[in-house]
């Protein structure tokens, strides 16, 4: 039997998933490491590990969780995740818009704001959009018999790369090296990105054709 992959929307669903979680990893790495530097997302603020981090460290949790549970088989608890935390996003750029605060993320460690006033709550309501379109499909497909790839080595090696490099951009930070370790860190996160992602069907059967001489069963 073939062994399950993402199919191509979900795929995109969980790449723009990733993009802020990524995102906020940095900055969120840069509060707790930092304990000066000065952060502002939308209402949020504080020097370093403030007390408003705690929302930002949720939010970065639980989006690694939904993208570990979207790329290794996207059970049924997968979904009402999946479709939670992207109705929360959605809801927190529209109050955020309209509230009090302003839709901005700044941090010393990029060295410039991003304004999300416009481009957040369009990507929040069409990621959205996408993660319904994809549930309701799935639901009608059914998830019995889904099968992954197991980890493989290049996961575990990734996942190593993952952990040495927040650990050295958690350093750049320590020092002050804010552009650098910001650098470093995106690497990291696509490292982590990479260490839950399922090898694709296809190139289990180039490899079991090549090695074996017999598709993977």
Do not use: C
Not at 51 to 60: C, E, G, R, Y
Not at 108 to 137: K, Q
Not at 141 to 153: A, D, E, L, N, Y
Not at 202 to 207: G, L, T
Request: aromatic share 12%; no cysteine.
């Amino acid at each position: 039997m073939l062994r399950w992959y993402p199919p191509v929307l979900l795929q995109v669903v969980l790449e723009l998933t990733f993009l802020p979680v990524a995102m906020f990893s940095i900055f969120l790495l840069n509060a707790v490491v930092d304990p000066d530097t000065q952060w502002t997302i939308g209402i949020l603020s504080g020097p370093g590990f403030s007390p408003d981090l705690t929302a930002v460290m949720a939010f970065v949790a639980s989006g690694w969780v939904l993208l570990v549970l979207g790329w290794r088989g996207a059970k049924t608890i997968f979904k009402f995740v999946m479709l939670i935390w992207h109705l929360a996003l959605f809801i927190v750029s529209v109050l955020l818009v309209i509230g009090p605060g302003d839709l901005i993320l700044r941090g010393e460690a990029i060295g410039f704001s991003i304004s999300f006033e416009l481009i957040g709550p369009v990507y929040a309501i069409s990621t959205l959009s996408l993660a319904i379109y994809w549930t309701l499909a799935d639901l009608r497909g059914g998830t019995k018999g889904r099968s992954v790839s197991p980890i493989q080595k290049r996961n575990r090696i990734a996942f190593i790369a993952g952990i040495i490099g927040f650990s050295a951009s958690a350093a750049g930070y320590y020092v002050n090296f804010e552009q650098s370790a910001s650098i470093i860190g995106i690497a990291a996160a696509f490292a982590f990105r990479e260490s839950i992602r399922p090898l694709n069907p296809s190139k289990e059967i180039q490899r079991a054709f090549s090695a074996e001489g017999s598709a993977p069963r």
